[in-house]
């Protein structure tokens, strides 16, 4: 039924449209019923049978005053109110069509929220099309417009009822996330940090060879990859560390580095403003590379078999990775409706212990190589990861007392 897409007006914005003498601090004692027809025509039943629910037939230019019974669960059973016996008027309600359109005006005097149903009248037919329409608070006023093509309402089952605590729907706050199924965070990033790893075993070549010993912290690098399920984190961070070996005579030096990669999964046991709190374990894979051949440096070379011309040898190992971690979410905008890209912080810390290892060989070709003695390649780690991702906004809903 074209141009009976109802819009609903607030108040304070609507107030221009309603009728002279339809402001809300207006005293529905003053109302007075503005109609040319009669009482049987306005109040009228809805059933043939009887008794009948009535209802209200209210057509443009006219004011109506009602006034009723209140029944069982707070149903009105309206009528005109009487003016001539000063009957207390409990609604009133106005309806005006104009060339900007048709606003209908409703007030209650009530203590109580009023309610009703209404229908468009058109046509000679008389066929009603049925609207929705707004509650009125207690003692309030609402305005609903329509265009300019309805000129006829039929309202019925008018309530004046108490609401339960009002319900609204907000987003809950980063802490609050989870209990959902679905990607609830994503993201990746770069990482800082240092890894511990037990090098003694080169000590005593070093030395001999006019190095200092190896460091055993190594300074480096990498990337992480996270995702976040509710609560159930998975993760894959790849860190690459160096450290050498310096000759104070002439500055020449032995390198040697670690790499380590796994993939983690693990609980964010803490939400709170933001900040979270996680533990994860898993199972991944570390690689020791160090110098084959350099300056006063032949301690690999005179003990290695199966070496061949390789520069550089290397020490692979399974590890089995444990980790504890913070992370701090600072959101950066939306990403859609349900989504905010995020800058992520963490700072996060853990322990790889070593469980398999294959023998030393050469880092270009594989080759094993034999005659070396082996490195544990467990440790522990510390890194500072700075990324961006996205995570989702988990609604909630919020009961006002």
Known sequence: MKGRIRVVLAVAGAAWLAPRGARAGDDLADCVTHTAR????????????????????????????????VQERGFLVPRLADAARGEPVLVRMHLETSARGTVFETRTSSARWLRYRAAVVSGPAN?????????????????????????????????????????????????????????????????????RLSVGTFDAPLRASGYDPL????????????????????EWPLFFGSAGAFN???????????????????????RWRGLTGFALGGIGVSSF????????????????????????????????????????LVPLGKASANE?????????????????????????DSRSVGGLPSVDLGGAWLSLNVGLGAYSITWRTVRHE
């Open 127 to 195: 066929l009603a099309f049925p609207t929705s329409t707004l509650p009125v608070s207690p003692g309030g006023q609402s305005f609903e417009h329509w265009d300019a093509s309805v000129s006829r309402l039929l309202l019925h089952g008018l309530q004046l009822f108490d609401p339960p605590p009002q319900i609204s729907v907000v987003a809950a706050s980063i802490a609050e996330r989870g209990g959902r199924i679905g990607i609830d965070q994503a993201g990746v990033g770069g990482l800082v940090g240092v890894r």
């Open 215 to 234: 460091p055993r912290t190594f300074l480096g690098g990498g990337f992480d990859i996270g995702f976040v399920f509710s609560r159930w984190r998975f």
């Open 289 to 328: 590379t160090i110098d084959a051949r350099g300056a006063h440096w032949s301690y690999v070379t005179e003990r290695a078999s199966g070496l061949g011309d390789a520069n550089r040898i290397k020490l692979e190992s399974g590890v089995l990775s444990a980790q504890v971690g913070f992370e701090q």
């Open 248 to 270: 104070p005579r002439d500055g020449s030096h032995v390198d040697a580095g670690i790499a380590d990669i796994h993939i983690d999964a693990g609980y964010d046991f803490l």
């Open 340 to 364: 905010m890209f995020a800058l992520m912080l963490s700072i996060r810390g853990g322990y790889l212990a070593q469980f398999a290892q294959e023998g030393w060989r050469t880092d270009d």
């Open 38 to 69: 009669p009482a049987s025509e306005i109040v009228v039943p809805l059933t043939d049978r009887a008794p009948s629910p009535a209802g209200i037939s209210i057509v443009a230019g006219e004011t109506l005053c009602l006034a009723g019974a």
